[in-house]
Nanobody
Framework: EVQLVESGGGLVQAGGSLRLSCAAS????????IGWFRQAAGKEREGISCISSTDGVTHYANSVQGRFTISSDNAKNTVYLQMASLKPEDTAVYYC??????????????????WGQGTQVNVSS
């Protein structure tokens, strides 16, 4: 059974930092790309970053480029999202997801096969 478990969410002041973790089990990590998505209340789910576990390719949404960094520890089957310079508009439920693909990655939610349960991030002004 594939499981993705997010952790690291919480409440932080604007300008602060958080690191989210996505621990994956039940899959061969090298065969998947991992994406981070977020969904704010009343808004559509947004793909904010992704990483290919095989070739290390990463992509970022314009809204987080330069502030968020995605990384992967293949030995631990874990992907991290380091978030800095947080803004109130970053408040959302953050999800990680896995897409079965060997190379590159996408930020399109509909292409992902497995999803975590989400972790809440609240950024106060």
């Amino acid at each position: 059974e594939v499981q993705l478990v997010e952790s690291g969410g919480g409440l932080v002041q604007a300008g602060g930092s958080l690191r989210l973790s996505c621990a994956a089990s039940g899959l061969t990590f090298d065969d998947f790309a991992i994406g981070w998505f977020r969904q704010a209340a009343g808004k559509e789910r947004e793909g904010i970053s992704c990483i290919s576990s095989t070739d290390g390719v990463t992509h970022y949404a314009n809204s987080v480029q330069g502030r968020f960094t995605i990384s992967s520890d293949n030995a631990k089957n874990t992907v991290y999202l380091q978030m800095a310079s947080l803004k109130p508009e970053d408040t959302a439920v953050y999800y990680c997801a896995a897409e079965a693909r060997a190379f590159d990655c996408t930020r399109v939610p509909g292409l992902y096969d497995f999803w975590g349960q989400g972790t809440q991030v609240n950024v106060s002004s």
